[in-house]
């Protein structure tokens, strides 16, 4: 885990590459999820409101949605993931990026958890 | 019994499954291992090598007795009297209104003696029921469940694992058959019976022997890279095998005939037996409703409890669901009105706001070539 990435509660990670936000889930919901088949994504265009369910995360044995983590447009989605969405549980902070978001208001990142945060909250977990 | 337990009971493979890094889930009052590597790869793994599995949350219930086979075709809807010493067949108990209390397998090991496997979600209350039923035969119920152990072995390379570890002249043993013999040195049945669509064994043992058992078969299987399985797999393997789970596609609400399981229920068997009367009945009647295989056309799994549509109207709801990891799609089986459940009719499954094309398949979804 990078130290530049910052987290939700909802498992979600984010990089922030200039204005935008590269999204994903974390290795700890990866891995709480089980096996992932499919993964829905807001469309290209489409305004995210942060923290709003924006898709739909399905494992073998559960669904789980997607939160924003950040509002903004939403300008690219991992195409790779239609036909390979082993790629979210082989490698969910690489391969496995699932959205770039550009950012409208980065002070939106200050309300989420940083690696210690995030690491306090799925130690117990 | 497991359902008067506050917590869960632990199978003596609790420590194995553990020590393997099992994910842990409780399941009908047992502590039970969901999955160890993964669903996908373990699935992949019954169907291309073997797996095994921790099955000793199963009943078993033994019927012994000079009116053993009367009082068993008195009670289920089979006729285990026309069963030969060493064969099984897969039956039911139902209710005296048709509906379905569990499925089971009935295995004849003596002229007078039986064993039944109940699910373990029905155990207390198939034993609770045989008492009832078995009023006035000569016959007696001996619940062996929680001293019974079962592990199977499933998948093609079961007969070369399983060979040099028992005694029973395996090979020749057909399907549903058991036999009486050793395994690892412990004395076991051996049953070529199963929940997967591939070839495989199901071995009863002592609980005290059980720890025995799975590691010589994991040993013995090391070669062939025979893998743990936990019960995710074992409903994926099952679904793509068509074959039903109570709960699910059975319950005391669906009669066999709903089930497409018509053939299990023996009319032309002598004697009155619970259920007779509302079975033919309901034979005679037509299906309120049918057992359909689903292959979803389209992206997101249908699972228990999506409603499904034919014609924009509701006519039924999905019983199980899952990817297919063998055909990489998503299949489901679910019940709909008789009048839409043809092959070929395209229906649709509500999954989340949106209804995605299913068009009703033939089962299995899966046929192990032989």
Known sequence: MAEDLRYTKEHEWVRVEGDVAIVGITDYAAHQLGDIVFVELPEIGRVLTQFAAVGVIESVKAVSDLFAPISGEVVETNAELG?????????????????????????????LLDRAAYQDLTREG | MAQAHGSPIATPLADRHQALGARMVEFAGWLMPVQYSGILEEHRAVRTRAGLFDLSHMGELYVDGAEAARAL??????????L????????????????????????????????????????????????ERFAGFRVVLDDRSLATALVAIQGPASLQVLTPLTDVAIADLHYYAIAEGSVAGVPALVARTGYTGEDGFEVFVDVAAAGRVWDALMEAGRS?????????????????????????????????????????????????????AALERALAD????KLVGLAVRGRGIARHGYELFAGGRRTGAITSGTLSPTLGEPIAMGYAAPSEAEPGTI????????????????????????
């Open chain 2, 347 to 370: 229906l649709e499954v509500g999954i989340r706001d949106q209804r995605v094309p299913a068009e009703v398949v033939v089962l299995p979804f899966y046929r192990r070539a032989t």
């Open chain 2, 286 to 289: 037509g299906p309120r409703k």
């Open chain 2, 73 to 82: 075709g008195y009670a289920l809807v089979t006729d285990p009297a026309s």
């Open chain 2, 224 to 276: 062939a890279e025979v893998v743990p399985i936990g019960l995710g797999a074992r409903d994926t393997l099952r679904l793509e095998a068509g074959m039903p789970l109570y709960g699910n596609e059975l319950g005391p609400d669906t009669t066999p005939y709903e089930a497409g399981l018509g053939r299990v229920v023996k009319l032309g068997k002598e004697g009155d037996f619970v259920g007779r």
């Open chain 2, 84 to 131: 030969k010493v060493g064969r099984a067949h897969y039956s039911m108990i139902c209710f005296p209104e048709g509906g379905v209390l569990d499925d089971l397998i009935v295995y004849r090991l003596a002229e007078e003696r039986f064993m039944v496997v109940a699910n373990a979600s029905n155990a207390t209350a198939v034993s609770d029921a045989l008492v």
């Open chain 1, 83 to 111: 036909a390979r969405p082993e790629l979210v549980s082989g490698d969910p902070f690489g391969q496995g990026w699932m959205l770039r978001i550009r950012i409208v208001d980065k002070s939106q990142l200050d309300g």
